[in-house]
Structure formats: structure tokens, C-alpha cells
């Protein structure tokens, strides 16, 4: 018997996997379904402080090997979530987290102000790295932006929370971004990687881009960016010691998620496989993943998480 159980900022996840944000969680019929599956956890899509429609369709497309989005932040409302995380069943196995992606710092200000006050154990993630909303650059691409983000939302929180990022692609990048989380001790995790940002799917034969916001222009996810989210993934386990990351990116199968641990994961989310698929992907890789480990006489996370070698 394998144990796929973990933590993440204080709370006990009883497997790693969970949903990306964005997939099946913009809804509480989204949500119920995230519930009832296999999943260790499961996270609200980005909440802004207004309801949004998002950008307009077509927006996500399936592609040979992974897909591309431009969502443009539909979401209910901050207020919605907040609701549904006032009335989570937290005697649940399952912890909830709370996704936040305000379109100033003063929305998240806001909307963090908010969850304070409502002193609920649900555990609150911001989004630094949303690439779809037209006009609106990723906050994680810009350093003094970020920590002055860092600077204002830390002292509303005063609790353990977590941060997704966009993909760096420079070491200096890595070493710029983890010097200003290991100044940030509430800072609990890090959620690596949110979609390569602006990238353009083309139709060879209608010579057409396949999705209509930004002139086709939208994040990529799925297994091309396996390799990416890994590198990520891999650079902050080793650059922030007091904290943990939650991989994200190019999950397919059980063997990607293990990999994902052997960079640094301590939680794993799903998402164009997620979409792709429906939430009975958790129970398949799961059993993946539980056989693999059991191939190679692993018996808890502990075991190989973080432990790749190098040459
Ligand atoms: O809604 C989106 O377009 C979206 C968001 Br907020 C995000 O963080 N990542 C993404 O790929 N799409």
C-alpha cells in the first residue's frame, strides 16, 4: 500500500491531485463535481470583484498535444465564492482552496479583505499570472509590482497562502521572484505554472487561428509544457526551502505526476487533461501513480519528492 497523502499551507490534502484552476470549478455544479471525485482537493476558478462574462468564444481548443486558452476570467463574482466557501462542509476529507485574481491590487485588496473577515479555513491562492485579459500584462512578469503586491495583500492575510506564477524562462528570473517570496513567511506555497503565456494556434487549412480573443494570441497547457512546468517547479523547491510548490502542467498519466514529485511538488493539479477527460481522471491516475511507485518500492511522497538526480 501506497501513501499518496500531503500537505499544503497547514492543511492535509488525503491525495496530491486536484483540479487547475479554471477547470470544472467555475460553478458550484462544477465544484460538486470536483467533490465527488477522486481528487485530494479542489480550487474555485479566479475570482475577480465583479462577475464576468470573459472573452468571446471560441476561447479553449484542444490541440495534438495540449491546448490553448483565452478565457479572459470568466468567473461568478468574488462574492459567489465566498459564499460557497462559507457554506463548504469542511468535516470534508477535501480542503478548499480559494483562487483570487483581481484586475488591480486594490481588487484583491478587497477581495482579500473579505475572506479575512470571514475567518474561514479555506486556504487563499492569488493568481500573479492570468495572460488573457486584454491590456492587463501578468503581475508575475513584473518584479516590483509583485512584491509591492506581496508588500500590501501579507499583512491583510496574517495566515498561510499561496501564489501562482507564470513560467520564467531565465535563471535570473528564478533567482529575482524567490528572493522576494523568502521575504514573505506567511507566503506558504508557490503554484507552478499557470499557462506559457500568448502563444498561437493556426488552422493549416483554413490559414485561420483557432481561437477568437487577442488575434488568436493564448496560454498553452497540457503535456507541451510538461517539461516547463518541471524546470519551474524544480527551481523554486530549490530556491525556497521553508516553502512548498504545487506543480502544475503537462499531467497526463501517472508517470507525469511522478516526475512532477521528483522536481518538487508536494500537490499536483490537472487541468487540459481535467477538461479534456471529466473529474474520473483523478481515479485513473491515482492508480497510476500507485503503481508506479509500487514498481519502484516507493511507499509515501516523502520517498522521492524532490530527489531528481543530476549528471
Ligand atoms: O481565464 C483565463 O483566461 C485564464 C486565467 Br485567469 C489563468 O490564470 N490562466 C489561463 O490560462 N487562463
Do not use: W
Request: glycine fraction near 8%; hydrophobic fraction near 40%.
Amino acid at each position: 500500500m501506497v501513501d499518496l497523502s500531503t500537505s499544503i499551507a497547514g492543511v492535509h490534502l488525503p491525495n496530491l491531485l486536484f483540479n487547475a484552476s479554471g477547470v470544472c470549478c467555475q460553478t458550484t455544479d462544477d465544484l460538486k463535481q470536483m467533490q465527488d471525485s477522486a481528487s485530494g482537493s479542489l480550487i474555485t476558478k479566479s475570482a475577480t470583484c465583479a462577475q464576468r462574462e470573459g472573452n468571446p468564444s471560441p476561447r479553449y481548443v484542444p490541440l495534438p498535444t495540449g491546448s490553448i486558452n483565452s478565457m479572459g476570467l470568466p468567473n461568478e463574482g468574488y462574492q459567489y465564492y465566498l459564499d460557497y466557501a462559507k457554506s463548504y462542509d469542511y468535516s470534508s476529507p477535501k480542503p478548499l482552496f480559494i483562487s483570487l485574481s483581481g484586475l488591480s491590487l486594490a481588487e484583491n485588496k478587497t477581495m482579500c479583505e473579505a475572506f479575512v473577515a470571514a475567518k474561514l479555513p479555506c486556504v487563499l491562492e492569488i493568481n500573479f499570472s492570468c495572460p488573457n485579459v486584454p491590456g492587463k500584462p501578468q503581475l508575475g512578469y513584473d518584479m516590483e509590482a509583485m512584491e509591492a503586491a506581496l508588500n500590501t495583500l501579507a499583512p491583510i492575510l496574517r495566515q498561510p497562502f499561496g501564489i501562482k506564477l507564470p513560467p520564467y524562462f531565465d535563471i535570473a528570473h528564478f533567482d529575482a521572484a524567490a528572493a522576494i517570496f523568502n521575504k514573505f513567511d506567511d507566503l506558504a506555497y508557490v503554484t507552478c505554472i499557470n499557462s506559457v503565456g500568448n502563444g498561437l494556434a493556426i488552422d493549416f487549412e483554413t490559414e485561420t487561428a483557432l481561437i477568437k480573443p487577442k488575434d488568436g494570441f493564448g496560454g498553452l497547457g497540457g503535456f507541451m509544457v510538461l517539461n516547463t512546468a518541471l524546470a519551474n517547479v524544480n527551481a523554486f523547491h530549490r530556491r525556497l526551502p521553508t516553502k512548498k510548490v504545487i506543480g502544475v502542467g503537462g499531467v497526463t498519466s501517472g508517470k507525469e505526476v511522478f516526475l512532477h514529485v521528483l522536481a518538487g511538488a508536494s500537490a499536483v493539479q490537472i487541468g487540459t487533461t481535467l477538461k479534456e477527460e471529466g473529474p474520473a481522471v483523478f481515479a485513473r491516475i491515482l492508480k497510476e501513480l500507485e503503481e508506479i511507485m509500487e514498481k519502484k518500492g516507493y511507499t509515501s511522497l516523502e520517498d522521492f519528492r524532490g530527489k531528481v538526480k543530476t549528471l
